[in-house]
């Protein structure tokens, strides 16, 4: 085999990290690439489904990814000519079988293992992690989908607290219709809890205050697979384990809450299937009770 040289100041900086034992700042270069998969002529010419390639050793499953095509096929002796490229998130929130760990650039200079445990949290770091790393950014936004039915519910209580999976805003910002939202969330249309009669979807949505609340759910639908993950959550499939949505389509990262209040002035908001949103109503939290909100009147196209 002929020797590995680094294809591009990316490779060159691994190198150099790699050289120096600077494990976090691989690891850093990592999260902010993009890798190359090998797949088979048929997956790429679109003949087939692109398959996972994956390595069994005395020590586990490991996936196969490279961090150039350069390196794919000196790391494959060859055998590998074609590829499928993806980031490290979109890894994550796809990632096959949680019992697997990540090998990149395995047999070259630049090898780098990383257990699914590590990928998950390099992909899907913890609000506090990110707070931590861009202190002066303003909180996030979230929302969580607010089945219609319990609509009466959350209006006549005196108590805003929440909890269950929520999910970033700036996520899913882009998505402007009803079923397309479910879908991307992993959840489905046929579930009419979730839409009104005219197919609306109800959101209730807040900034995040106190990032530790707010933790990513790493886990599995097995203990097993939540061991494997270092996790601490199980649930019923589809679950995914990696703080991402049920989704291999989307990368939507998400939260699990238990019990938190709502901070003052959150919002309830309807999305159409027009794809307009409209607030509905308000949360006072000095009265302890939901404010509902009227669109103002439209007069000759403007509002008054």
Known sequence: ??????????????????????????????????????????????????????????????????????SMSLGTAGEAT?????????????????????????????????????????????????????????????QKLLPYGELPGVFSRRDSRVSGYVHLLADIDHIGSPNVLLDALGRSADERDLLDDAGSVFLLRWP????????SPYGGTTEAACEAVHGWVIEEPPFVGTGFVPNVDQVIREFKVDGIALPHRSEIVELDIAGTETRRAVWDGDRRTWMLAFPKPIQDGVSA
């Open 1 to 70: 085999m002929q020797s590995w040289e680094p294809a591009s100041p990316f490779e060159e900086q691994l190198l150099e990290a790699h050289r120096a034992e600077d494990t976090r700042r691989c690891f850093e270069l990592l999260r902010s690439t993009e890798f190359a998969l090998p797949i088979s002529a048929a997956a790429a010419a679109g003949e087939e489904p692109p398959r996972w390639a994956a390595a069994t050793r005395p020590d586990g499953t490991w996936l196969l990814a490279y961090t150039s095509v350069e």
């Open 82 to 142: 074609h590829s499928r490229v993806v980031s490290l998130v979109e890894l994550a929130a796809g990632w096959p079988d949680l019992t697997w760990g990540l090998a990149v650039n395995p047999g070259l200079p630049v090898q780098l293992m990383l257990e699914s445990g590590l990928v998950a949290r390099l992909a899907a770091p913890s609000l506090v992690d990110e707070q931590a790393a861009f202190p002066g950014r303003q909180p996030p936004l979230v």
């Open 208 to 215: 995040v205050v106190g990032a530790d609340l707010y933790r």
